[in-house]
């Protein structure tokens, strides 16, 4: 566990100028993480999840309240959520993986509203999961995006990510093409 609290929320200032609110997702915000994962699905671009497949509002609220006992157990998972004036715009996931021998490891995951886009929204979220991630000790962070993703490979470069690996013919559209996926890694400092 980290010795300052990395889970306080955080004000962002745009480059517009406007304060951006990124903090853990509360279990209230659960119906609106569940519509911004619904509609990205429906909107289907460099997504997996299927429409039918996405969480429903009381799944996401037993998955944000297992992030808070997660963390009195000494895991550094968290689902965080990003307001623009008091209206939750998107959200983000650190996944520590369980195994022993695999706890320095984590999975990242992000979706924003198609409304707040190339806003620095993404950024600043997976920023703060980031440095999450680094004070808890995690070193290897990682995520996987299909190849056909462009905006998002955009942002995991900036964000200091490289290609790892390709998974061939990972993703099999709705018409039957298939497309690869990328796994994605940055290692931080390990903190010892
Ligand atoms: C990918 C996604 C998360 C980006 O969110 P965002 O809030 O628009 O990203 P940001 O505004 O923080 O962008 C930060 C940087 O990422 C890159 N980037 C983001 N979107 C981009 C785009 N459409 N084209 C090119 N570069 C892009 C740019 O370098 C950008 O910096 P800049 O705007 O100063 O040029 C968002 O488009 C999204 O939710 N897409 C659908 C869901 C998805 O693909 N999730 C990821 C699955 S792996």
Do not use: K
């Not at 460099?46 to 998955?63: I, P």
């Amino acid at each position: 566990m980290a010795e300052i609290d990395t889970t306080a929320p955080r004000t962002v200032a745009l480059a517009d100028g406007a304060p951006l609110v990124v903090r853990p997702a509360a279990v209230a915000d659960a119906p609106a993480v569940a519509v911004i994962e619904r509609a990205l699905a429906l909107a289907g671009d460099g997504m997996v999840v299927a429409v039918d497949q996405v969480r429903d509002a009381t799944a996401e609220a037993h998955r944000i309240d297992a992030m808070y006992r997660g963390w009195s157990a000494g895991d550094a998972s968290m689902i965080a959520v990003a307001a623009l004036a008091g209206e939750v715009v998107a959200h983000a996931s650190l996944r520590q993986l369980a195994p022993a021998r695999c706890r320095h490891v984590g999975v990242l995951a992000i979706g924003v509203a198609a409304t707040a886009r190339r806003r620095g929204v993404a950024a600043a979220l997976l920023g703060y999961l980031v440095d999450h991630a680094a004070a808890w000790g995690l070193v290897r962070l990682e995520l996987t995006v299909r190849a056909d993703n462009a905006p998002a490979q955009a942002l995991y470069r900036r964000l200091g990510f490289v290609v790892e690996a390709t998974r061939a013919r990972f993703v099999r559209l709705d018409d039957g093409r298939y497309v690869d996926d990328l796994v994605m890694v940055r290692f931080l400092p390990a903190i010892t």
